[in-house]
């Protein structure tokens, strides 16, 4: 398949998705398809160089945001067949020692989608994760790590999070709130290490209790009451010692007005 068929392609089934009005299964659904069928089979190196040189990003999201459930499907079909061959591409890069590996689409078209809620947790999952290249030692685990484009993976991440949780401020708000916290957290490395590098995919992330993904600390604490009681003390020890003196001092000197009063009536 040549480049010139590939945007051929894309561009028909632009054409016919944007035509279909609703879930009706019209022949532009099937025209859809067909073209779909045949981006599938587009090459590797085609896919990485063209999707990332053109805004074809945008069309995918147009795709997967579709009114249509047929539409939608092999929109995400697509999608995730395309993330996976960037993913190959960049350890690949990787692995021959090249400068710098496969550029994908990552500003002004998949990294936004005009829901700034929506743009705000992709945002917050792309800080997290670009923690990670800073915090693995291992030479053969860093170079694994700066394959991955924290943009890519915060993108289907977020993709996974809206499309099972519904948006931010609906009923699933703490489940939103409890992973980016988890994501983040100082204490918690190894979670966003392995959503970075696929070890824990996004769809697997959202059906993830808290325990599941919090801390070794906060695992530790939730078995051992003790364990819990005596790092906390610990970690809270200078603030509980100056607010201990505080109240030695407030009482020595309530302690001294009372002796001065009592001296004042005698």
Partial sequence: MQ????????????????????????????????????????????????????????????????????????????????MKFFYASGREKSRDNREAAVKIPTHATMKKTGDSKRD?????LQTSLAKVASEVVDTEMKTRVTACDPWVVAVSVETAMFENLGCFMGPQKAKYRSILFNMGDSNNPDLRRKVLLGEISGERLVKMEKEEMGSSWYTNSRRNPLYESTHYTDFRFPQIKAHLWHKVRVFSLFTYILERTKRSFT
């Avoid at 990332?52 to 499907?73: V, Y």
């Avoid at 705000?120 to 917050?124: L, M, P, T």
Wanted: with cysteine; net charge positive.
């Fill in 120 to 124: 705000k947790v992709r945002e917050i």
């Fill in 3 to 82: 480049k010139r068929e590939f945007m051929e392609l894309f561009e028909a089934a632009l054409r016919a998705a944007k035509s279909v009005k609703g879930d009706e299964n019209s022949p532009e659904v099937s025209r859809f398809v067909d073209a779909m069928n045949r981006l599938k089979e587009a090459p590797k190196s085609l896919v990485c160089d063209v999707v990332c040189k053109t805004s074809m990003g945008q069309g995918l999201e147009f795709f997967i945001d579709h009114k249509n459930p047929k539409i939608r499907s092999e929109g995400r079909i697509l999608r995730d067949l395309w």
